[in-house]
């Protein structure tokens, strides 16, 4: 399969659409087990985590909510290490029982600064379902409750992740080649 260029860098395909697929319904498929009796709000957050929590909601079939927030820490392909303020959580989390849906772990440290204004605003109980996770690029002790994937420490595109804005729309995950 031929690299597909993006603005000035070219990417080749990495994981396909059948596999990412499988997985997401592998984690919404814990997720009702887990969490049936919880009324669980998910928060999904924007943008990368737009396709994964799409496809994710699918699968979950038991009572819940859904809301959006947005923040972001990455400017091109390095992280600025500058997490922005949570945004547009407009929900009570008081006592709720909370699944923040990420499209990858990276550092950990935009999912640090979620869990704080999270457990600020008073959630009971966090958990973390993540698309991606980068587990050797981990800088905080973060224990996410469910990864659908774990891939090595490379710049990758597609399935909600984007480069400089473009390449969210691919379903399957391309890497970074040159
Ligand atoms: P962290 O704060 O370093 O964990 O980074 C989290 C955010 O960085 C994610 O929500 C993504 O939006 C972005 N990010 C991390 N790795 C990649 C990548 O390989 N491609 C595109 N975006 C990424």
């Known amino acids: 399969m031929n690299p597909i260029q993006i603005k000035d860098k070219k990417f080749a395909l990495s994981i396909p659409d059948v596999e990412i697929q499988k997985a997401v319904r592998e984690v919404g498929e814990a997720i009702n087990r887990d969490l049936a009796d919880k009324n669980?709000?998910?928060?999904?957050?924007?943008?990368?985590?737009?396709?994964?929590?799409?496809?994710?909601?699918?699968?979950v079939n038991i009572p819940c909510e859904i809301t959006f927030i947005k923040l972001s820490s990455y400017n091109g392909l390095y992280s600025t290490g500058a997490?922005?303020?949570?945004?547009?959580?407009?929900?009570?989390?008081?006592?709720?029982?909370?699944?923040?849906?990420?499209?990858?772990?990276?550092?950990?440290?935009?999912m640090e600064r979620i869990l704080e204004s999270l457990r600020a605003k008073g959630a009971s109980e966090i958990k973390i379902a993540t698309f991606l996770q980068k587990p050797d690029a981990l800088q905080r002790d973060?224990?996410?409750?469910?990864?659908?994937?774990?891939?090595?420490n490379d710049f990758i595109v597609g399935y909600g992740l984007d480069y400089d804005g473009y390449g969210r729309n691919l379903k399957d995950i391309y890497t970074v080649v040159d």
Not at 86 to 105: A, F, H, Q, T, W
Not at 142 to 152: E, S
């Open 83 to 110: 997490v922005k303020e949570m945004i547009g959580l407009n929900e009570s989390v008081v006592g709720r029982n909370v699944v923040v849906v990420e499209d990858i772990v990276d550092t950990g440290l935009t």
């Open 40 to 59: 669980p709000l998910f928060i999904c957050v924007l943008n990368g985590a737009f396709m994964f929590a799409g496809d994710l909601m699918k699968t």
């Open 142 to 152: 973060i224990t996410v409750d469910y990864v659908a994937m774990r891939i090595p």
